[in-house]
């Protein structure tokens, strides 16, 4: 049986969508990119002529307007989020949303509204929640925490019972990355409010839903909003999240390192190609393949220690103008790009719940608000119950 395929419409067509959107939408088997819309009209016609789509538009409106389309990515800078979600889920499109949903916490508010009341689905970029190396920690995680299981040689004071806090997990995110790369309008506070707001949300995600079902309950920041900070996030339950994010390092390492203590043992994130466990007898470490290798050949392992080869091979290549170490050849590790849509994809055609919603969504950005607010403040911000369970009508 022919399969049903989704007709989409790309707007905002800069680095991102090159890199992700358009090679996803290409490979995946069930959608057909019908537009690419770009403010910057050359630009979205250089897109459409190296991936084949066949409409071009400066306006995004010519995307909305055709009755064919059934979904579209936004990849625009954030400010325009929501008019474009408004008038597309006036007609009846879903939308595949890159992150942050929204800026702040009154414009989420709308888009919450906006899409409940259209009827039409919402999903939200927060690619990390479906990497597969992130889904593997969490299993192993919860496995763990459910039904621990110690190493015959683990230290322990027989002499007293567990203390409560012995029984909490902890995560440790270290982000280490070279800022010179990010556009000055990812900084403007108008167009991309920093990285707080632009990317640090990703981390806000993650951690609530890898500590799911526990709700957040307060957090405390430091540092810039604009460049390198930190937040400590803390659960319900007791479980807490830190994160210390460094803007001023390179990519010659590895961007980001994710740990979980729980329950005397330790579960290691290694840039999503690998994950090693400690404390568990028998656990052994996993690697998980790139997104894309061109370095597969050359070095056919995965791994973390593969990875900083394959790299380091490549950068030499690419400084001695090696033809064969193009920078345009993809070497990317597998962040969760491609299963995001492939979760949304199937969402949409067999009428399940999105993989990040529109609250999934709202949720990052407020707490990526109290985060600036803590920091402005220098203080711990309670996370109120009533405003991570808002009610609309
Ligand atoms: N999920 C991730 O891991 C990830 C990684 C990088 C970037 N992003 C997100 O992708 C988005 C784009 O980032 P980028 O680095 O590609 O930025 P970019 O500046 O390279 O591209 C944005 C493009 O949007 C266009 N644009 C702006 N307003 C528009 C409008 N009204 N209509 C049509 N086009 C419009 C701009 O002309 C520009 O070409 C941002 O939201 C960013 O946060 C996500």
Known sequence: MKKQKLIVGQIGCGKFAEAQDFPNFKKHPQTELKWCCDLNLTRAKEM???????????????????????????????????????????????????????????????????????GIKLCVDFNRRMAPSMHALRTKWLEHSQNPEHQPWRYWEAQRPPMAEEETSHMMITVQDES???????????????????????????????????????????????????????FSSGD????????????????????????????????????????????KKEVFPMQHDCMKDEVPEDGIHAYMKKYLIRAKGIAGNSKKYEYTKPFIVDKGHYSMLCGFVDAILNDKPSPCDEMAGYMATYLAQLAIRSLDFKQTIPVPLEMITPVFI
Request: proline letters at 5%; glycine letters at 8%; a neutral charge.
């Open 180 to 234: 010179s790369s990010y556009a000055v309008h990812h900084m403007d506070p108008l167009k991309g409010g920093g990285e707080i707001i632009g990317e640090t949300v990703h981390w806000l995600d993650l951690a609530c839903w890898f500590f799911a079902p526990q709700r957040p309950v307060e957090i405390q920041a430091w540092g810039s909003r604009r460049l390198s900070h930190g937040f400590n996030l803390k």
């Open 240 to 283: 807490s999240v830190t994160l210390v994010f460094h803007c001023s390092g390179t990519f010659d390492y590895p961007k980001e390192m994710y740990q979980v203590t729980s329950n005397a043992a330790l579960f290691r994130n290694l840039f999503f190609v690998e994950n090693e466990y400690y404390g568990i007898p028998g656990a």
């Open 48 to 118: 459409g002529k190296k991936f084949g789509v066949p409409n071009v538009s400066a306006n995004f409106m010519d995307v909305l307007n055709d009755p064919q389309i059934q979904m579209i990515k936004i990849a625009t800078s954030h400010e325009v989020h929501l008019p474009i979600i408004e008038a597309a889920a006036a007609k009846g499109i879903h939308i595949f949303c890159e992150k942050p949903m929204a800026m702040e916490q009154e414009e989420a508010f709308k888009i919450i509204r906006i899409v409940r009341r259209s």
